[in-house]
């Protein structure tokens, strides 16, 4: 069984919703769509107070190139655009409309039946993905068509479809791939096609044997269907975090190495999150834009039945979706956003669902607390389990006292923000907090060198 | 045995001349021309090597003061203008006294003022925690309270006041190296001259949301809404994105702005203490000798504001 070749490590996965089928949330009265929902530019809004907005509607534009559309992801009236507080309680601009009924705008498919047959222009769909506001779903947000689109003079080998979900708790892929496979299929293929149709990889974790065999099912009869399908597989791969960052993957499908501050693009691959492999399908054979995901209601503390997988749509206020899903329990401390490992403390309930979006996860005092930083006693366990070979003790030293050359030398700005060597620190040293804040102003000087030249 | 002796002195000093001469060429060769006057200017700086200047230290200072041909654009914060004075007068030079500054909090978010919305349970560093979220309370412009400045402040001059949870700066000991500015990743810190006889009068905050948000996070914001800009006969006040900010070299501490202020936003600092009448406007109460600086009574007096305000 395929694997990383360096680090990583073995959290118990407690995919404890997995067997939550996907429910369709209801519309909320009001919902607040942020413009800030990708990597790079936020969008500039398009439509004003008053302004009457069906579902799937461009309602702000991208403001640069690395930066995608959004639309509204319901029918009603414009009520206000201004700034509100996100996820981290940072002022954002947020449109915010009042829904009435649930209208979608023309063009948009909203039937079930499966679109096998693929456009033949690529620009074509290109356009299309761009159009429909895609973007990558694997929790970076970046914008879909500009990763499509490699830079001259290179080329893709291998599209490697992210199926891992390494994250503990989290199961919104796991449940899209077991009830959406033909869809991811369809849409791996697409991706394919523009990629100048090279082989294509779709990567799961051993412990999810239920999507390994459904997503393997899928491709088997959509290869009888049409050529468009030959190529695609699926790989099973060793259940250990991180799994599923963009380099481990690489690393684990291709047995190829991205060089340090280079793209997967330079060693040849493309990696895309399923999700965003069934956003593209949407997006391309439905013409309908990224306005839903699928997130995990789920914790340790949460009774069973309150456990969800929910399909929402952007927008939809935090507090609005934990209310639905029964409330949050009385000993949850800290919700997340995102998996345990990488995602973020939400600050703010009130602030909403972003196409990002992936869970809601009720972490209780014992899990989230922080024992008292001892000294460092040259274990070495940060350095066992670091995917990218670092060696975060070292780094934190010279972050601690400013040494940028010593810090560009031992490959700081390679750093993926995993969390391996926090949750594998004896001496409770917090590693990724002082080294994530030196791997930046490391980048800053990086870029300002380049930017000089 | 004799003739060995002879011989080793008579090679150790033949090796030692011939190296003597091999050293001296070679030193000539390449000798490190600096000027001498570098060295002077160095023995009259501070040496606390703080960087305030904005050179790599006390040495790179000197040399950037000797080099340069317009003496305005060095200054030692540190020494200020005394030292000033000596290294103009080492490089024979003329140089214009500068007002001297101090570094001042622009937050008044008590614990108090502005009640926590959340618990960060993280690594106790402000630029951390700054970098993750906007903080543990409804302000996202305020004191993270963790203390980088203190931990940056190489005088000893910022300490954190476990009953505010803000950082205190104990004018004495400032020297306005600015330090404590550039490692506040809020940018609350400023610095501002240090006044007549230390009074100043500043908007202790830096919220820019709309009123209603930022009053409902905090209690003393500024909720830009003007007043202060209304009543100043020195235009000193301008407010942009609902922010009031007083331009200290216009300001002449008439204190009209901080009878005003529906929230108390404004801090009147070493002033001395009136009787309780209306507060005229007190431009000419400095003749009353001022009252030693220090953090402690700078928090007695700035506190004394407040009720001649309520009773106007």
């Known amino acids: 069984m395929k694997t990383f070749s360096i680090g990583g490590i073995h959290p118990n996965d407690s995919k404890i919703s997995k067997d939550c089928k996907i429910e369709i949330l209801p519309l909320p009265s009001k919902v607040f769509i942020s413009v800030a929902q990708h990597l790079g530019a936020p969008a500039t809004p398009v439509v004003k107070a008053g302004d009457v907005v069906k579902a799937g509607q461009v309602i702000a534009e991208p403001a640069g190139f690395i930066s995608a559309y959004v639309h509204s992801s319901v029918s009603g009236t414009v009520k206000s655009v201004g700034p509100r507080k996100d996820i981290a309680g940072n002022n954002m601009t947020h449109i915010e409309i009042d829904v009435e009924g649930d209208e979608w705008a023309e063009g948009i498919d909203l039937s079930d039946t499966l679109v096998t047959a693929i456009p033949e222009d690529n620009k074509e769909i290109l356009e299309k993905i761009k159009l429909n506001g895609v973007v990558g779903l694997g929790g970076a947000t970046f914008p879909t068509h500009v990763k499509l689109c490699p830079p001259p003079g290179k080329k893709a080998d291998c599209l490697i479809l992210n199926g891992a979900e390494c994250e503990p708790y989290l199961t919104s892929d796991y449940r899209i791939m077991l009830e959406r496979s033909k869809e991811i299929v369809v849409g791996a293929a697409i991706m394919k096609q523009v990629l100048g149709n090279c082989p294509a990889v779709i990567g799961i974790e051993e412990n999810k044997p239920e999507a390994i065999k459904a997503m393997t099912a899928a491709v088997s009869e959509l290869q009888s269907a049409g050529k468009a399908y030959s190529g695609i597989s699926v790989m099973t791969l060793k259940k250990k975090y991180p799994q599923g960052g963009e380099k481990q993957l690489i690393d684990a499908v291709m047995k190829r190495q991205v060089k340090s501050m280079g793209l997967p693009i330079d060693v040849g691959a493309v990696v895309q999150n399923v999700a965003t492999s069934l956003a593209v399908y949407e997006a391309v054979q439905k013409n309908k834009p990224l306005v839903t995901n699928v997130l995990t209601v789920t914790g340790d503390c949460l009774p069973m039945e309150n456990q969800h997988n929910y399909q929402f749509r952007i927008g939809m206020p935090l507090s609005y979706i934990a209310e639905h899903a029964g409330g949050i329990p009385e000993s949850a401390v800290k919700v997340i956003s995102g998996g345990p490992m990488m995602g973020k403390a939400i600050a703010n309930l009130d602030a909403t669902t972003v196409k990002g979006s992936s869970s809601l996860l009720y972490l209780t005092a014992e899990q989230t607390v922080r024992n008292a930083e001892t000294a460092c006693i040259r274990c070495g366990k940060c350095a066992e389990a670091c995917p990218m070979g670092l060696e975060p003790f070292l780094l934190q030293k010279y972050a601690r006292n400013s040494m940028m050359d010593e810090l560009e030398e031992n490959a700081i700005q390679d750093c993926i923000e995993c969390g391996c060597c926090l949750y594998s620190c004896p001496a409770n040293i917090p590693l990724l907090d002082i080294i994530r804040i030196a791997k930046g102003d490391v980048i800053r000087i990086i870029r300002g060198r380049a930017a000089k030249k | ?312």
């Open chain 2, 1 to 312: 045995m004799t003739t060995t002796i002879i011989w080793t002195i008579a090679i150790i000093t033949i090796l030692g001349t011939v190296l003597a001469i091999v050293l001296y060429l070679v030193a000539e060769k390449f000798k490190v021309e600096e000027d001498p006057r570098i060295d002077q200017v160095e023995s009259v700086l501070p040496g606390a090597n703080c960087g305030g200047c904005g050179q790599a230290g006390c040495r790179a200072f000197a040399q950037f003061c000797v080099e340069s041909e317009d003496m305005d654009k060095c200054f030692c914060p540190v020494g200020g203008n005394d030292v000033m004075q000596k290294v103009a007068a080492t490089l024979g030079r003329e140089v214009a006294a500068k007002d001297p500054m101090v570094a001042v909090v622009r937050c008044n978010g008590t614990c108090e003022n502005r009640p926590k919305t959340n618990e960060y349970g993280g690594h106790q560093s402000c630029r951390v925690k700054a970098a993750l979220y906007s903080g543990d309370t409804g302000c996202s412009f305020g004191c993270l309270g963790c203390g980088d400045c203190v931990a940056a402040c190489q005088f000893g001059a910022i300490s954190m006041d476990p009953q505010t949870g803000l950082p205190v700066v104990d004018e004495e000991k400032c020297t306005a190296c600015g330090a404590c500015v550039k490692a506040c990743p809020k940018a609350i810190i400023e610095l501002r001259n240090k006044g007549r006889k230390n009074m100043r009068v500043f908007v202790s905050c830096v919220n820019k949301d709309k009123g209603a948000v930022a009053r409902k996070a905090c209690k003393a914001a500024c909720i830009g809404c003007g007043k202060c800009a209304k009543v100043c006969a020195f235009e000193a006040i301008t407010i942009e994105n609902n922010l009031a900010y007083i331009d200290f070299s216009k300001c002449k501490l008439c204190k009209k702005c901080v009878a005003e202020c529906p929230t108390g936003a404004i801090h009147a600092v070493n002033f001395p203490v009136l009787k309780p009448k209306p507060a005229a406007p007190a431009p000419v109460a400095a003749q009353n000798p001022a009252p030693v600086v220090s953090s402690e009574a700078e928090g007695r007096v700035e506190k004394s504001v407040e009720p001649i305000k309520k009773e106007e």
